[in-house]
């Protein structure tokens, strides 16, 4: 018992000062400090209890409470203080921020360059300087609610916080022609500066001995740079190794393993049990695009033999329509890696030696198979994977945006009639071809890209014409629309804005399946 009354006795009898004090927790009824407001009065300004005191002397707790202080206080407000402003702030406004200070550090680099290169009677006065380049950072293509919101300001004044656009803008700030912008001439200077540097980091990665795999996915996420390109999707299908000193035995090992099979199975494709696949190819390609390059004698002749062996070899789906698309992406990089200089729609063919043809021949081949073994379900039988996709895509659109599903339901419009050759031929025939050579740099280096992501590109891709379908009330404009959509001067810009959409949509529903239901 005596020892109960004196621990009673302990508070009111101790005056020295024991380590261990207790800090405030600034949570409901204490809300954050402004630091900019408050950071010069913090420390003169006395801590307030953490609970209101009543009128008559304070208890022997607090008055301890109040005289305890040991060497860990020491600075622990200016802690606080960080901590508390790191969390207030607002993500994008620092990314706005930083992305202005990297582009106006940019722009003096270059006017100094510009300055330097100049004679002497042409250099500009010291305070003269030069014009803003219109719009701020040309190659920065924003949405449309990004456009009308304000930039913080540089003199400290209230700024209004920065609004996230949860949708795919309906048109871009810059202006397209065929795909390229039309920038100024420091914008465009700095622009290859930034792709330089990009294919530098490339090649870099490349010419190790062992190539890390996982960091060329992470860099390939945003486009791969056309010298480079080739090699990358090599590697990203797993066509070949990462050790550099294995790749050219691989490469000549496979090479001669198709034509091996060339050799065997391309005769017997006059033989009866075979001639429908044969003629169903052969009616195929004219009816591919880009025209301009199906339609030259050599490349019907190799598409129609990749295309066949490929059927003959993989008997449980055969030839589908839909997989002859597949061929075009493959061939054309591998083949713009000979030929410098031309545009991926109008490559010609008769340029490149014959031997160089069979290897790009081979390593097609073997690519698309890589493909294909991901997504076969799509082309077996009643093709299962198709129609699974599609209902899937159905369910995701009613949860992301009910105004555009609903619209469609009212009008009668099954997601079946526009959405199967979306899968059946991975957006092939929606979009221009560089676009879809770009929307595969990133399907390369995305985990399941072709069978899983482009399930939420293909949402994301609906999703960007809602304006335009829900201005439609008649079924077969709606219909006629959605199945010609005008993409013709589409670029790189729009497919990065279409994949940004894309990833979010994966991040927000990809490993939470029940969200896909009501």
């Known amino acids: 018992m005596a020892s109960d009354g004196a621990r009673k006795q302990f508070w009111k009898r101790s005056n020295s000062k024991v380590p261990g004090s207790i800090q405030h927790v600034y949570g409901a009824q204490h809300p954050p400090f402004d630091p900019l407001l408050h950071g010069t009065l913090l420390k003169s300004t006395p801590k307030l209890p953490s609970t209101p005191l009543k009128a008559k002397r304070g208890s022997t707790f607090q008055e301890f409470e109040s005289n305890t202080s040991d060497a860990w206080d020491a600075g622990e407000d200016d802690d606080e203080l960080l901590a508390m402003a790191a969390e207030s702030l607002n993500s994008e406004v620092v990314m706005e921020t930083a992305h202005r200070v990297l582009r106006n550090h940019s722009q003096r680099q270059e006017q100094h360059r510009l300055q330097e290169a100049m004679l002497p009677e042409e250099r500009p006065q010291p305070w003269a300087q030069a014009p803003p380049v219109p719009g701020g ?176 070899r993989h008997p449980a789906s055969g030839y589908v329509q839909g997989i002859n698309d597949l061929v075009t992406p493959f061939f054309v990089v591998f083949i713009c890696e000979h030929i410098d200089g031309e545009d991926v729609d109008t490559v010609d063919v008769s340029r490149v030696p014959a031997d160089v043809l069979c290897d790009i021949e081979a390593d097609t081949y073997w690519c698309m198979s890589r493909l294909l073994d991901g997504i076969q379900d799509n082309y077996t039988f009643a093709q299962p994977g198709i129609q699974m996709k599609v209902r899937m895509l159905e369910e995701l659109v009613s949860r992301i945006d009910e105004p555009v599903h609903r619209h469609l ?30 929307l595969w740099d990133t399907y390369q280096s995305e985990p399941e890209g072709f069978s899983h992501f482009h399930l939420y590109v293909c949402a994301a891709f609906l999703v960007r014409w809602r304006k335009e379908i829900l201005e439609e009330r008649d079924f077969q404009e709606l219909l006629l629309f959605l199945q010609s959509l005008p993409t013709a001067t589409w670029g790189d810009e729009d497919i990065s804005l279409l994949l940004a959409e894309a990833y979010r949509l994966k991040f927000a529903f990809a490993d939470a399946p029940n969200h896909y239901k009501k």
């Open 137 to 312: 950072d040309p190659w920065l293509v924003k949405s449309v609610s990004e456009s009308h919101t304000p930039r913080p300001t540089e003199s400290g004044s209230e700024a209004g916080p920065l609004q996230r656009s949860q949708s795919l803008p309906h048109s871009s700030t810059v202006a397209l022609s065929g795909g390229v912008s039309d920038h100024s001439a420091l914008g465009s200077s700095a622009l290859s500066e930034r792709e330089a540097s990009r294919l530098d980091k490339f090649k870099q990665l490349l010419a190790g001995p062992n190539t890390d795999l996982e960091e060329l996915r992470k860099l390939s996420w945003s486009g791969i740079p056309k010298p480079v390109r080739p090699i990358t999707w090599k590697l990203l299908s797993g066509y070949l190794p990462a050790n550099v000193d294995r790749r050219p035995a691989t490469l000549q090992r496979k090479q001669k393993e198709y034509f091996a099979f060339v050799e065997q199975y391309y005769d017997s494709r006059n033989d009866e049990v075979h001639q429908d696949t044969y003629r169903q190819i052969h009616i195929d390609i004219p009816r591919m695009s880009p025209e301009a390059l199906t339609l030259q004698p050599k490349v019907t002749e190799i598409f129609e033999r990749i295309l066949f062996i490929w059927a003959i």
């Open 409 to 438: 339901e009212q009008h009668e419009v099954k997601y079946l009639q526009f959405a199967f050759r979306w899968m059946n031929n991975l957006l092939m025939r929606e979009l221009p071809l560089r676009c879809a050579v770009r």
